[in-house]
């Protein structure tokens, strides 16, 4: 089995948290990264995505960003398609918002 670690880095955009996302986009990322969201395969970093003009999605391994080639050749070596993991983290992401927002609110 390959044992070849990626970081999923995901730049989340403020207006996802809704009212004032941005007095709550950085401690919300904060708070995932304590305990983030881990497979045999990688890691997920939350990142806030205040420039737009950086990707919302990107993928790493030792700090080093990987082409679209590399990504599939790896989540394939996996067995796990990238469209398919990208939804079950936005999933999970905006379940996290939910319960984050509600103890705002």
């Not at 709550?24 to 881990?38: L, T």
């Not at 045999?40 to 391994?61: C, G, I, N, Q």
Request: hydrophobic share 40%; aromatic share 8%.
């Amino acid at each position: 089995m390959p044992t070849t670690k990626l970081t999923i880095q995901l730049r989340l955009e403020p207006g996802c948290m809704v009212l004032d996302g941005k007095l709550h986009i950085e401690a919300f990322c904060a708070q995932q990264n304590q305990s983030p969201w881990n497979t045999p395969f990688a890691t997920l970093l939350v990142v806030p995505r205040f420039d737009k003009s950086l990707p919302e999605w990107e993928y790493l391994h030792k700090e080093k960003r990987l082409t679209e080639k590399q990504i599939e050749a790896v989540l394939s070596s996996f067995k796990v398609d990238q469209h398919t993991l990208e939804e079950e983290i936005e999933h999970m992401i905006a379940d996290a918002v939910g319960d984050y927002m509600k103890g705002k609110f």
